[in-house]
C-alpha cells in the first residue's frame, strides 16, 4: 500500500503527456524510504547493535571514566537521584511510561566485555578493546529491538555529564567481568552481603579504591584493561592472562567474578537493568508473536504457545531462557541451577558486586531480585498510574523501595518480596511463557551445543528449582523488621563537614559514605557541603545529590586539599560563610527549613586552641545560634575542644577508623546521632546576621510530612528571649491525606513524642495535641525565657509534628507537586510565626564575662 502511494504521489508529479511511469524509479524511491526510516530508526537502537555504543564509549576510553573510584556507588539512592535529574531536565518532557522505555534505549548494553588483545599488537587508536559479546547481550537486543518500544526518541548526550552516564550505565547493563584480579583466595570465603548490612565483609576496603594507573592503560593493548596484582593504583586488580592469546575473555578464569549492572538496596542486591525493564515492558505491554521474535526462522519444538508477554522476557523468562539454553548446552544436564550468592567488596561505597561461583551465573540472586522487583511494579504499573497518571519513575523506585508505606499498598514494597513473588508468579504461567521465550532466543544465541529434544523437562526443572530457590534462598529482610529497625522520621540537613585530610581517604570515606546515606542528602532532603579544615575553603560545593557528591569527592580531590587543621582560620572563614548564608536567607523570607550542622572530622593531635580560636567559635554559635558545630575525633581533643561547642559532653566524640573500613556503623553512630538529634529550623527571617531587626510579624512557611513519620524542629532563643503577648506559634494542615497529626512540644527534649517519659522531668515536659482533618493548634511562644538570665541559658524551644495514620494505608495521591513532593501521599501542612523577635548576645557583657570564665577555667585546667 505504501509503495502504491508513492507510485500515486511520482504520477501526480509528472507531465500529463508523458504517462508511462519508471517502475524502477519508484523502486529506487522506495528503497530510499526505507533505508531512511532504517536509519532514523537505528540511532535509538545503537545501544542494540553488536558494538559498543557510540555514547557509551568514553565510558570505555577515558582513564578517568574507566576507574570506578571515580564515578559514583551502585545504589539505589544513586539511581533514583540520577533519574531524578533527567526527569528535571527543562528539555525533557515524558511520562513514566516513555522515560522507562528510553533510559533502557540511551544507557543500557548488556554484555559489554574486555577482550584481551594479541600480545604482540600495539596500542591502537582504532580499535577499543571492549564489545557486548557477554550471553546476555541477545536477550538484550531482542527486548529492545522487538519487545520494549522507544518510539525512535533518544536522550542527549549532554542530558547527564560524563561521569553520571557511565554510573548509570553500569547500573542497567548486566555482563561478567571473568579476570583473575588476584584476591579469589579469599573473596570466596566472604560473607554475603545482606539487607540491613546484617552481614559483614572483611575484605579491606583497600581493595575498593580502585585508582586507574594511567600509564599502564597506554603501554600495549595487550594491558588495557589489565591490571596487576595488590597494586594500590589499580582499578579492579586484574592480573595477566598467563600470556595466553585469546579471540575474547573466556568465562572461568576467576572463581569468584564481579558482576555487573547490580544495584544495592537495603532489601539485598538487585539487576537494575532488570528492574527498569519490567516496569517499562508493564507500562506498555505487548503480546508478541514468537516467530517475529525468532526472525523469522523455523523454531525446533513443538506445542509453543504463539506470543510472549513482554514482560516475561523483560525479567524472569529472560534469565530463565539464558540459563536453560546455556547450561542445557554446556552441560547438558536435565537439572537447570538457578541463583548465585554474592557480596559486594566493601560494607560502603558498593562498587564491585563479586559472585561466590564462576558457574552457571545466568540468573544469578541479584537478578532474580530485579526480575521479581521488576515483574510485580510493571504488573502493577497500570494500577498504579490509574491513582496517580503523573507518578514519576523516581518516586516509583523510591516508594518500593521505602521501609513504610509502599506504592499505594503497604503490601506493595521491596522488604514484601517473597510474598509478593507468590501473589504476583504462577508456576504454570511462568513455564509455558519461558517454553516459548526460550524457543525465540534459541534462534538468536550462538551457543556450544544444539538441544533436539527434551527442551519442556529443562524448563520445568527451571522453573520448579526458581520457586525452590525464591522461597528459601533470598532471605530479604521482612516488613516488621524493617519497621522495627528503620527510624520513623526523614532528617532534613545542611551538613556542612570540614575535614581533615591527614585521614587516609581508605578510612575516612566509607564514615562519610555513611553519614550522607544516612541524612538522606537528596532533592527532597538534605544537603552536604565539603571543606577544608586547614582554611574552611570549599572542596565540595553544596549539594543536594549523592551521585554529585561522590562524583567529587574523590582520592584525587582528597589529595588535592590541603594538609594540616588551622581551627582560628577555617573557624573565621566559615563564619563569615554562614553570616552570609543567614543575610541571603534573610532576602528570600527563609522561615523554616533544614537544620545546619558543622561537622569537624579531625585526625590530626594537639589542636592549637586558644583565645582567638574561642572568640571566632563564641562568635560564630552566638551569630548563627541554630548551628551545632560537632567534634568527631581519631584522639582524645577533649581540653582544645570543650569551649568551642554548645554541649561539651555530647558535641565532642572520638572515632576510630581504619582503612579496613569495617564497622563503619558502630563507630560512626555516636556522630550520626548527635546529627539526627538537631532539628529542622524555625527562624525570624528578618534577623540575619546581625539581629538589628524588629518583630517577624506574621510569616509561614510549608512542610511536608509521610504518612507514619514525624517531623522535628527547634527555635533558638534567639527569637523569643524577651517577653511578647502576642508571640506564638502555629500548625495548620494545608492539603488532604490519611489519617491526624499529633503536635507536640518540649523544653527538655529534641525530639518530643506523644506517650513519651522523660527520666528526672515531670509529666508535663512533653505536651501534644492532634489536629484533625482542619483546623490549627497554636502555642503561645510568651515568657519563654523567664528565670533564665542569658540567651545561652534559655533552652531551646522544640517542635514535632507525627502523622498518626493508624491501620490505614495510604492509597490515593495527595500531594501532586512533583517539584516539592517526594511522596505522592505526603501530607502538607503549615507553620506560622507570629511576632518572633531578633536577639543576639553577641556583643553583650554577658557574653563577655562568658568568655572570660571560660578562660579561666582552661587556665585553671592547665594548671592542674
Not at 554484555?111 to 591502537?124: A, D, K, R
Request: net charge negative; charged share 15%.
Amino acid at each position: 500500500m505504501h509503495k502504491q502511494m508513492v507510485l500515486d504521489s511520482v504520477s501526480s508529479q509528472r507531465p500529463a503527456d508523458n504517462t508511462r511511469i519508471d517502475l524502477h524509479l519508484v523502486d529506487m524511491i522506495w528503497l530510499g524510504l526505507l533505508l531512511v526510516a532504517a536509519l532514523g530508526g537505528s540511532h535509538a537502537q545503537l545501544t542494540a547493535q553488536t558494538s559498543v555504543a557510540p555514547e557509551l564509549r568514553e565510558c570505555y576510553l577515558d582513564p578517568q571514566l574507566l576507574n570506578k573510584n571515580n564515578l559514583p556507588p551502585t545504589t539505589m539512592p544513586v539511581l533514583i537521584d540520577i533519574i531524578r535529574k533527567i526527569e528535571d531536565n527543562p528539555n525533557i518532557n515524558m511520562d513514566l511510561r516513555q522515560l522507562s522505555a528510553l533510559v533502557l534505549h540511551t544507557y543500557r548494553q548488556d554484555g559489554i566485555e574486555f577482550h584481551q588483545p594479541e600480545t604482540n599488537v600495539g596500542t591502537s587508536s582504532m580499535v577499543l578493546p571492549y564489545a557486548p559479546t557477554f550471553h546476555s547481550f541477545h536477550r538484550h537486543r531482542l527486548l529492545l529491538t522487538r519487545l520494549i518500544p522507544s518510539n525512535l526518541q533518544t536522550l542527549a548526550n549532554t542530558t547527564l555529564n560524563s561521569a553520571l552516564k557511565c554510573a548509570f550505565h553500569h547500573m542497567l547493563s548486566t555482563t561478567v567481568d571473568a579476570r583473575v584480579r588476584g584476591d579469589e583466595s579469599s573473596c570466596n570465603q566472604l560473607s554475603q552481603y545482606r539487607a540491613l548490612r546484617s552481614g559483614r565483609s572483611l575484605r579491606s576496603i583497600k581493595d575498593d579504591v580502585e585508582i586507574l594507573d594511567v600509564a599502564k592503560l597506554q603501554l600495549s593493548a595487550n594491558k588495557n584493561g589489565q591490571i596487576r596484582n595488590h597494586n594500590p593504583k589499580d582499578d579492579v586488580d586484574y592480573s595477566s592472562f598467563s600470556d595466553v592469546k585469546s579471540e575474547r575473555q573466556l568465562l572461568g578464569e576467576s572463581t569468584c567474578p564481579l558482576l555487573n549492572g547490580v544495584v544495592s538496596t537495603q532489601w539485598d542486591a538487585v539487576s537494575g537493568g532488570n528492574l527498569i525493564a519490567g516496569i517499562a515492558a508493564g507500562a506498555q505491554l505487548q503480546q508478541v508473536p514468537v516467530l517475529e521474535l525468532a526472525k523469522g526462522s523455523v523454531l525446533n519444538y513443538d506445542n509453543v504457545q504463539q506470543t510472549v508477554t513482554s514482560i516475561y522476557p523483560a525479567t524472569l523468562t529472560g534469565d530463565l531462557a539464558e540459563a536453560i539454553l546455556i547450561q542445557g548446552t554446556d552441560r547438558g544436564s536435565p537439572s537447570i541451577s538457578i541463583g548465585t550468592a554474592g557480596n559486594w567488596n566493601s560494607t560502603q561505597a558498593h562498587r564491585h558486586f563479586m559472585l561466590h561461583s564462576r558457574t552457571n551465573v545466568e540468573m544469578t540472586d541479584p537478578e532474580i531480585r530485579g526480575d521479581i522487583d521488576g515483574f510485580v511494579l510493571g504488573s502493577t504499573i497500570t494500577t498504579t498510574l490509574g491513582r496517580y497518571s503523573s507518578l514519576r519513575l523516581s518516586q516509583l523506585l523510591d516508594m518500593y523501595y521505602s521501609p513504610r508505606n509502599g506504592v499505594f499498598d503497604r503490601s506493595l514494597r521491596a522488604c514484601n518480596r517473597n510474598e509478593l513473588s507468590q501473589t504476583y508468579i504462577t508456576s504454570t504461567t511462568l513455564a509455558s511463557e519461558t517454553y516459548a521465550f526460550a524457543a525465540a532466543l534459541d534462534t538468536n544465541m550462538p551457543l556450544r551445543g544444539t538441544i533436539i529434544g527434551g527442551l519442556d523437562q529443562l524448563v520445568n526443572s527451571a522453573v520448579n528449582n526458581f520457586q525452590s530457590y525464591t522461597s528459601s534462598n533470598l532471605n530479604t529482610v521482612s516488613c516488621i523488621t524493617a519497621e522495627t529497625t528503620e527510624p520513623d522520621f526523614r532528617l532534613k540537613t545542611n551538613l556542612y563537614i570540614v575535614l581533615d585530610n591527614t585521614w587516609q581517604y581508605q578510612a575516612i570515606y566509607p564514615a562519610i559514605s555513611y553519614l550522607i546515606d544516612s541524612i538522606e542528602v537528596g532533592k527532597f532532603g538534605s544537603s552536604v557541603t565539603l571543606l577544608s579544615a586547614f582554611d574552611g575553603s570549599i572542596v565540595v560545593n553544596r549539594t543536594f545529590s549523592l551521585a554529585d557528591f561522590h562524583s567529587n569527592y574523590t582520592l584525587s580531590t582528597h589529595q588535592s586539599m590541603h594538609s594540616g587543621v588551622n581551627l582560628q582560620t577555617s573557624l573565621t572563614n566559615i563564619r563569615i560563610m554562614m553570616q552570609n548564608q543567614l543575610r541571603n536567607e534573610s532576602t528570600v523570607n527563609y522561615v523554616g527549613g533544614n537544620s545546619t550542622v558543622l561537622l569537624y572530622l579531625i585526625n590530626s593531635g594537639n589542636l592549637q586552641s586558644n583565645e582567638a580560636v574561642w572568640e571566632q567559635a563564641r562568635i560564630l554559635n552566638e551569630t548563627v545560634p541554630d548551628l551545632r558545630i560537632l567534634f568527631a575525633t581519631s584522639t582524645n581533643q577533649f581540653d582544645n575542644l570543650w569551649n568551642l561547642v554548645r554541649d561539651m559532653h555530647n558535641d565532642i566524640m572520638t572515632i576510630s577508623l581504619s582503612t579496613a573500613g569495617v564497622n563503619v556503623e558502630i563507630v560512626m553512630a555516636s556522630v550520626l546521632r548527635r546529627i539526627q538529634e538537631v532539628g529542622r529550623r524555625i527562624v525570624n527571617p528578618l534577623c540575619g546576621a546581625d539581629y538589628t531587626a524588629g518583630s517577624s510579624g506574621s510569616r509561614q512557611f510549608d512542610d511536608f510530612v509521610e504518612p507514619g513519620y514525624t517531623n522535628f524542629y527547634a527555635m533558638s532563643p534567639n527569637y523569643f528571649y524577651q517577653a511578647n503577648d502576642n508571640r506564638r506559634i502555629r500548625v495548620s494542615r494545608s492539603g488532604s491525606g490519611i489519617g491526624s497529626l499529633v503536635v507536640c512540644h518540649s523544653r527538655v527534649t529534641p525530639q518530643p513524642r506523644r506517650n513519651t517519659t522523660i527520666v528526672g522531668f515531670d509529666q508535663n515536659a512533653i505536651t501534644c495535641e492532634t489536629l484533625a482533618s482542619t483546623g490549627n493548634i497554636e502555642i503561645s511562644l510568651q515568657n519563654m525565657c523567664d528565670g533564665y538570665w542569658a540567651i545561652n541559658s534559655c533552652p531551646f524551644f522544640y517542635l514535632s509534628v507525627q502523622s498518626d495514620t493508624g491501620t490505614a494505608t495510604p492509597s490515593s495521591a495527595t500531594c501532586t507537586d512533583n517539584s516539592v513532593c517526594r511522596f505522592p501521599y505526603n501530607i502538607r501542612y503549615s507553620i506560622q510565626v507570629e511576632e518572633l523577635g531578633c536577639f543576639s548576645g553577641a556583643r553583650s557583657l554577658v557574653a563577655s564575662v562568658t568568655f572570660i570564665l571560660a578562660s579561666l577555667y582552661i587556665t585553671v585546667m592547665r594548671s592542674i
